[in-house]
C-alpha cells in the first residue's frame, strides 16, 4: 500500500511538472481564445519600395520583426531570396519571445538587367512555410546611360535653375520632353535622396501620359527648406520600346534659397497657339514690325500662322520646308484667374534658311505686337528699308545673335540654323509682370511675331508664370 501510494504521488508530480512546463512555452496574450491559438509574427515596414539602385550597386531597408502570437517561437527562417533580393535575419536567428521584437535587414542587390524588380519575402517560423510576407519592389537603372533618346527639351544642358527662392514658398515648374527618334514610355521619377524635390506627371496642356513621342510635359516640384545654394538632381527612367531597352535621363536642380516674409505657390500654365478660326478681330488689326509691301519697292514679305512656310525643296529624297522674306505670327488667349501671372516663355523650335551668297545673315527679330517691341536685328539692305515699321522698338539684338550661333548645317548652297530655346520675356523682350497682367485685362491675350527667314518646326508654346499668396505654415 505505501509503495503504490509513493508510486502515485509521483506519477501525479512528473505529470504537474510536465503540464507546468508546456504552458510556459504556450503563454497567451490576455482575451486570446485558448481554441484557436496560433504562433504570428508581425513584420513593419511590410511593404518596401527601394526607388531605384545603379546597375552593379546594392541597397538595404531595417524592417522590425514582432512575436504577437500566442507561443514563444524557437527559431526565424527566410523564404523567397532571389538574384534581387535578399532577407537576412541573423539579428534574429535566436528566435522570439511572446511579444518580443528583433530587427532585421532586406537587401536590394542589382544584376546587369535593368528595369522594375518586385518579389515577395517570407518571414517563416520554425521550418514551416506558416508565416509573414513582405512585399519589395525597386528599379535597376544604368544612371551612366543617357543616351536612350530622351531629351529635356529647352533647356540648356538639361539644367532647371529655380533662380531666387523664398523659405515656406513651393514652387511647381512645367519641364517639356522629347524623343529624338524612337517612341519612348516613361517609367518612373526619382528625386536623388532629396525629400526637398518631387516629380510627376502635369494636369495641364500636352501633359505626359506614358508615350513622349510628340513631346510632351512633366511637372517638377520643389519647396526651399534652408537658406543657401542648393542644388540637387532628379531621374526620368524610361523604355525605349523599339529596342525594348531601357535608359535613364538626368535634369541637374539649382536655386538660390533666401528668407522672406511672405509665401507662395507658384505654378505654371501652359497655352497653345490659336489657329486661323480663333483669331480675334484685335488680334487680325495688329501691326506687325515689317509691311509687307509698299510703293517703290522691289521686295515683299508674306505672313504666315503658326508652322506655316513659304518655300520648299527636295534634298536627297527629303522635302526642306522653309520660310523666306516671311513674318510668322501666332497668338495665345490668356485668361484671367485667382493668381498673377509674373512672367512669361516661348518655347520656340526654329528653323532659320540663309543663302550662302548672303551677307546679312542675322538679320532676324522676335516682336511683341502688343507693345511694338522686338529682339534681334532688322533688315539692312537699302531695298528692304522702306518695309521697315519704325513704330517698333528694337531694344536688343539677343534673339538673331543665338539663333545665328546655333546648330548650322549646309544643303545645296544654302546655310540652315536650327534652334530649339525657351525665351524669356522679360530677358529678350523687356515685358515686365505689369505688361502681361496688362495684356490679360485689356486683351486677354499676347501676340508674337517671328520675322525674316525663320519658319516654327514645331507649334510655338507659351509658358506663363503664376503666384499665389499662402501662409507660411
Known amino acids: 500500500m505505501?509503495?503504490?501510494?509513493?508510486?502515485?504521488?509521483?506519477?501525479?508530480?512528473?505529470?504537474?511538472?510536465?503540464?507546468?512546463?508546456?504552458?510556459?512555452?504556450?503563454?497567451?496574450?490576455?482575451?486570446?481564445?485558448?481554441?484557436?491559438?496560433?504562433?504570428?509574427?508581425?513584420?513593419?515596414?511590410?511593404?518596401?519600395?527601394?526607388?531605384?539602385?545603379?546597375?552593379?550597386?546594392?541597397?538595404d531597408m531595417e524592417i522590425t520583426i514582432t512575436n504577437d502570437g500566442d507561443f514563444d517561437i524557437d527559431s526565424l527562417n527566410s523564404f523567397g531570396n532571389n538574384e534581387n533580393y535578399e532577407l537576412d535575419l541573423k539579428r534574429c536567428s535566436r528566435g522570439l519571445e511572446l511579444g518580443e521584437s528583433c530587427e532585421a535587414?532586406?537587401?536590394?542587390?542589382?544584376?546587369?538587367?535593368?528595369?522594375?524588380?518586385?518579389?515577395?519575402?517570407?518571414?517563416?517560423?520554425?521550418?514551416?512555410?506558416?508565416?509573414?510576407?513582405?512585399?519589395?519592389?525597386?528599379?535597376?537603372?544604368?544612371?551612366?546611360?543617357?543616351?536612350?533618346?530622351?531629351?529635356?527639351?529647352?533647356?540648356?544642358?538639361?539644367?532647371?535653375?529655380?533662380?531666387?527662392?523664398?523659405?515656406?514658398?513651393?514652387?511647381?515648374?512645367?519641364?517639356?520632353?522629347?524623343?529624338?527618334?524612337?517612341?519612348?514610355?516613361?517609367?518612373?521619377?526619382?528625386?536623388?535622396?532629396?525629400?526637398?524635390?518631387?516629380?510627376?506627371?502635369?494636369?495641364?496642356?500636352?501633359?505626359?501620359?506614358?508615350?513622349?513621342?510628340?513631346?510632351?510635359?512633366?511637372?517638377?516640384?520643389?519647396?526651399?527648406?534652408?537658406?543657401?545654394?542648393?542644388?540637387?538632381?532628379?531621374?526620368?527612367?524610361?523604355?525605349?520600346?523599339?529596342n525594348n531597352t531601357g535608359h535613364v535621363l538626368k535634369i541637374d536642380i539649382k536655386a538660390r534659397i533666401v528668407e522672406f516674409e511672405e509665401c507662395f505657390d507658384f505654378s505654371e500654365q501652359v497655352h497653345l497657339a490659336k489657329n486661323q478660326r480663333q483669331l480675334n478681330q484685335y488680334e487680325l488689326a495688329l501691326a506687325y514690325p515689317y509691311y509687307s509691301k509698299v510703293e517703290n519697292s522691289k521686295r515683299t514679305l508674306e505672313s504666315v500662322l503658326n508652322t506655316a512656310f513659304t518655300r520648299e525643296m527636295d534634298i536627297y529624297e527629303e522635302v526642306l520646308k522653309f520660310n523666306e522674306n516671311t513674318q510668322v505670327f501666332f497668338s495665345y488667349d490668356l485668361n484671367r484667374r485667382e493668381e498673377s501671372v509674373y512672367s512669361a516663355r516661348l518655347l520656340l523650335n526654329l528653323l532659320?534658311?540663309?543663302?550662302?551668297?548672303?551677307?546679312?545673315?542675322?538679320?532676324?527679330?522676335?516682336?511683341?505686337?502688343?507693345?511694338?517691341?522686338?529682339?534681334?536685328?532688322?533688315?539692312?539692305?537699302?531695298?528692304?528699308?522702306?518695309l521697315i515699321n519704325h513704330d517698333f522698338k528694337v531694344v536688343n539684338d539677343d534673339f538673331s545673335d543665338e539663333l545665328v550661333h546655333s546648330n548650322m548645317s549646309l544643303n545645296k548652297g544654302l546655310k540652315f540654323y536650327r534652334h530649339k530655346s525657351a525665351f524669356d520675356m522679360s530677358d529678350y523682350l523687356e515685358l515686365t509682370e505689369r505688361h502681361i497682367e496688362t495684356s490679360i485685362d485689356d486683351n486677354g491675350s499676347m501676340s508674337f511675331v517671328v520675322a525674316d527667314d525663320t519658319k516654327l518646326e514645331d507649334s510655338p508654346i507659351l509658358v506663363t508664370s503664376r503666384r499665389h499668396a499662402k501662409s507660411c505654415n
Open 2 to 59: 505505501k509503495f503504490s501510494f509513493a508510486l502515485v504521488f509521483l506519477l501525479t508530480f512528473v505529470s504537474c511538472g510536465k503540464n507546468a512546463f508546456l504552458n510556459s512555452k504556450a503563454r497567451r496574450l490576455p482575451g486570446v481564445n485558448t481554441d484557436n491559438r496560433e504562433s504570428h509574427v508581425s513584420i513593419k515596414p511590410s511593404h518596401i519600395n527601394f526607388d531605384y539602385i545603379d546597375v552593379n550597386d546594392k541597397k
Open 105 to 242: 535587414k532586406v537587401y536590394f542587390k542589382s544584376s546587369d538587367v535593368i528595369g522594375q524588380k518586385s518579389s515577395v519575402l517570407r518571414v517563416a517560423i520554425g521550418e514551416t512555410n506558416a508565416g509573414s510576407d513582405i512585399n519589395v519592389t525597386g528599379e535597376v537603372l544604368s544612371l551612366d546611360d543617357d543616351n536612350g533618346g530622351l531629351v529635356a527639351e529647352y533647356l540648356n544642358k538639361a539644367r532647371l535653375d529655380f533662380g531666387t527662392t523664398y523659405i515656406g514658398s513651393t514652387y511647381k515648374k512645367l519641364i517639356h520632353i522629347g524623343s529624338k527618334s524612337n517612341d519612348l514610355e516613361l517609367r518612373n521619377f526619382y528625386p536623388k535622396n532629396d525629400n526637398n524635390l518631387s516629380l510627376g506627371l502635369s494636369t495641364g496642356e500636352l501633359a505626359c501620359s506614358g508615350s513622349v513621342k510628340d513631346g510632351c510635359f512633366i511637372e517638377l516640384s520643389f519647396r526651399p527648406e534652408e537658406i543657401g545654394r542648393y542644388k540637387s538632381e532628379v531621374l526620368i527612367s524610361y523604355i525605349d520600346k523599339a
Open 352 to 386: 532659320k534658311y540663309e543663302d550662302i551668297k548672303n551677307d546679312s545673315y542675322d538679320t532676324e527679330v522676335l516682336c511683341s505686337l502688343d507693345y511694338k517691341v522686338c529682339s534681334g536685328k532688322r533688315f539692312i539692305e537699302r531695298s528692304y528699308y522702306k
